[in-house]
């Protein structure tokens, strides 16, 4: 169970998790709260000692409270950096004042310890008596976990407005050490997302962010810190955001001279290029979460521990999902309701629960070029409305969802053409389309209103089960001119406010409909779009072997669950790559499963193939969705081996590319098992848990023809099943 403790005496707060502890208290009689540790449970008196000491050289004694106080310090770092006095790193939050002050004198004001369910919470007060600014440092921790989630609430109490120039969730300051620090991130593009890399901190900063209001292609906001873990050991600290709009992470190292030594914190949230978020009297703000984990298993551990917690805490929901069609590569914008039902049924022979109809519905959407922002169904194409082709999909056995993207429009549309002030844009200056589209002012309430009534109206028409919300191009021009004298830089967080409002809404108002995220494939990758939508689409290259490292950068930070994955045609439409059919659904069975290529172009024994591979996916998706994943090796290499463990059942899937020499890939060692226990496969064949621990599970059989499953020069896959004999 967590637990959050106050000492009043020594003024330190600890945070006891699962097994990481976070420690903090207050110094400088009040005047600042300063970080004491963030890692191992180290127990009280050496956090005692830790504070006041800053290198815990005399935990044996531990300081009388008057002496504590004096003796803080000097050496520890902000736990939070408002800006204002003699601080100079990066800053956590920036006030300024209708008066023209524009800086913050904070005092330690109060703090709450509350309990609720099986949370617990703890809310630190600082307090600017000056002008009635409150800063509440939040922190929350869930038993059973080692994620520590942080945010911050800041209170306008005075009497006249106050304007937040920058306002971050969370500073986490590293421990100090000799090493250099490492940070492994998520970077990528457009068909290449979530694309693990490491790069060494340097003295100064490092930034990693999104300016383009969406969590974006290029970074996404996690980071695993460390200084010499590996995949299966050593310590790993690392943070995500909570937050699908502009964010920033901000790694700095200040080299602090002989004495102090050099330190480094990560700060991060909200960006604050070109913001700023007026508070009015009686006002106040929420910041995103940015949770924060401590883990001493690698980056295995770590990452195993943020699948389990976003599937108990964030996700919306934990069901295994259904097997998933979506119509996009077969069709394109070439949807017409024969087309569609066509693939609805060879959907249903392979066996798939749920049947999409992607981009290309809605009136006058033939190309990429007209129809955003008209969400009414394209007569031409369903002359009848969706009506008879949901019923043909229920009848076949499976939910039907459709695919909107509805904070954009085309200028060759109805809605632009009566609201041309909706978009963002400054007055007399171009309107950059991307795509051919513009992004929907929806920090605008009126637009947002209209867009909630819309797909309000759209699923109350129709018997949807599954939406997929696409969002293709970045924001430019922020204008907003009708707001201009009235704090109109609020939009980089207004927007994604009124987007979480309106999915809120739309899931309360139809609490059965699903959501997928996308945009763009994996633009939109977050804990905040995840913590409302059941699964993302991960990205528009569907290359089964490109699709492996893709999947390995998501794996560190997001769970297989919520991990969309298709199989499509070979070659693949992107890459022209050819790839046998097992290997291109052992790729997707690493995640959710679903089929996106054109199955009318698929021969009799290719559909066979397929709703065979798809049974067995529903034999393993509960191990695959809810299990725990090792990377047993890294993707792309000789041979990529991911396993799976859920209770009783072990699925373990390999990948190898066309070998060299002949050469035979060694056994895989499995990990996580019991050695006394037995598995056995759903051949028969029986090993001993410790033998397969130690010994491994061979993957890749001696030279077998030619059957596109061991073949001895093609791209090889293979899935294996095992479960403990009882
Ligand atoms: C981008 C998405 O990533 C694709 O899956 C598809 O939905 C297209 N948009 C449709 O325009």
């Known amino acids: 169970m967590s637990d959050a403790r106050f000492d009043k005496d020594a003024g330190i707060w600890t945070i006891a998790m699962r097994s990481a502890w976070y420690v903090f208290g207050i110094a400088d009689d009040g005047a600042a709260i300063r970080h004491v540790h963030w890692g191992p449970a180290i127990g009280d008196s050496a956090a005692a000692g830790l504070a006041a000491y800053g290198d815990g050289a005399n ?202 030594g050099k330190r480094t914190h990560v700060t991060g949230g909200w960006n604050d290029f070109d913001w700023s978020l007026r508070l009015a009297p009686g006002e106040e703000t929420t910041t995103p979460v940015f949770a924060g984990l401590y883990s001493d298993a690698g980056f295995g551990g770590a990452s195993r ?49 749920l049947f999409v109809v992607d981009d290309g519905w809605f009136k006058g959407r033939h190309n990429d070029q007209a129809g955003l922002g008209d969400w009414t169904v394209d007569p031409a194409k369903f002359p009848d409305g969706l009506q008879s082709l949901i019923a043909r999909v229920r009848l076949l056995g499976m939910k039907f969802g459709l695919w909107v993207e509805p904070e954009m429009v085309n200028a060759d549309s109805d809605l632009y053409r009566a609201h041309p002030d909706w978009v963002y844009h400054f007055r007399d200056r171009t309107r950059s389309e991307r795509r051919n589209q513009l992004v929907l002012n929806l920090a605008r309430d009126d637009v947002a209103d209209w867009l909630y009534q819309t797909l309000h109206g ?3 028409t129709y018997d949807i089960d599954f939406i997929k919300w696409d969002f293709n191009r970045p924001i430019s021009e922020p204008g907003w001119p009708d707001a201009v004298g009235d704090n109109p830089e609020r939009v980089w967080t207004q927007h994604v406010r009124n987007l979480y409002a309106i999915i809120d809404r739309l899931r309360d108002a139809h609490p059965a409909v699903e959501f997928e995220g996308c945009s763009s494939g994996g633009g939109r990758v977050d804990l905040g779009i995840l913590s409302r939508v059941e699964q993302v689409w991960t990205s528009d290259n569907t290359d089964a072997w490109d699709r492996l490292a893709i999947q390995e950068g998501f794996s560190q930070a997001y769970p297989a669950l919520a991990m969309m994955a298709w ?11 050819e790839l046998p059919l097992s ?49 047993l090796t890294p993707a792309r290499g000789k041979l990529t081996a991911w396993q799976y463990l859920l209770g009783d059942e072990v699925v373990v899937l390999g990948w190898w590319a066309p070998r060299h020499y002949g050469e035979i890939p060694p056994p895989v060692r499995l990990t996580g098992l019991d050695p006394a226990q037995r598995y ?3 051949d028969g064949t029986i090993y001993h848990g ?26 090889g896959s293979r899935m294996i099943r095992l479960s403990a004999v009882r």
């Open 59 to 260: 935990g044996l004694r531990q300081p009388s409270p008057g002496e504590h106080k004096r003796l803080w310090g000097m050496d520890a770092p902000d736990e939070y950096v408002p800006w204002g006095g003699l601080r100079y790193e990066e800053p956590s939050l920036k006030a300024e004042f209708a008066d023209g002050t524009r800086n913050t004198e904070c005092r330690y004001a109060g703090q709450r310890i509350t309990r609720e369910g099986d949370a617990v919470t703890v809310e630190v007060d600082l307090a600017d008596a000056r002008y009635g600014l409150t800063i509440s440092l939040c922190y929350r921790a869930h038993d059973g976990f080692d994620v520590l989630e942080r945010w911050v609430r800041v209170r306008n109490d005075g009497v006249a407005p106050v304007t937040l120039a920058q306002a971050l969730s969370a500073n986490w300051p590293l421990p100090r050490q000799d090493q250099d620090w490492q940070v492994r991130y998520l970077h990528g593009g457009w068909s290449a997302e979530t694309q693990l890399t490491e790069a060494a901190l340097p003295l100064g900063k490092f930034t990693l962010e999104s300016r383009r209001g969406l969590t974006s292609l290029n970074y996404n906001p996690w980071f695993a810190a460390h200084a010499g873990a590996s995949e299966d050991a050593g310590q790993v600290w690392s943070g995500a955001l909570a937050w699908s709009g502009s964010w920033k992470l901000v790694f700095e190292t200040t080299a602090a001279g002989p004495h102090a």
């Open 690 to 715: 410790a033998a397969l621990m130690n010994g491994g599970l061979r993957l890749v059989d001696e030279p077998a023809g030619a059957d596109g499953h061991n073949g001895l020069y093609g791209f």
């Open 680 to 682: 056995q496969t759903t």
């Open 305 to 353: 521990e943020w699948h389990a917690w976003q599937r108990a805490h964030v996700l919306p929901r934990t069901e295994p999902r259904p097997v998933l069609y979506n119509s996009w590569e077969a069709t394109s914008f070439a949807v017409t309701e024969a087309g569609q039902t066509r693939l609805a049924e060879l959907a249903a022979r392979i066996g798939a629960e």
């Open 567 to 577: 199989v499509t045609d070979s070659p693949n439409p992107l890459t022209s790559r």
């Open 458 to 460: 759209l699923l109350g």
């Open 583 to 631: 290997f291109r659904f052992h790729s997707a069975m690493a995640g959710s499963l679903g089929v996106g290529g054109d199955l009318a172009s698929w021969s009799e024994a290719e559909l066979d193939e397929a709703a065979a591979l798809v049974a067995a996916y529903k034999q393993v998706r509960r191990t695959v969705q809810l299990g725990t994943q090792y990377r």
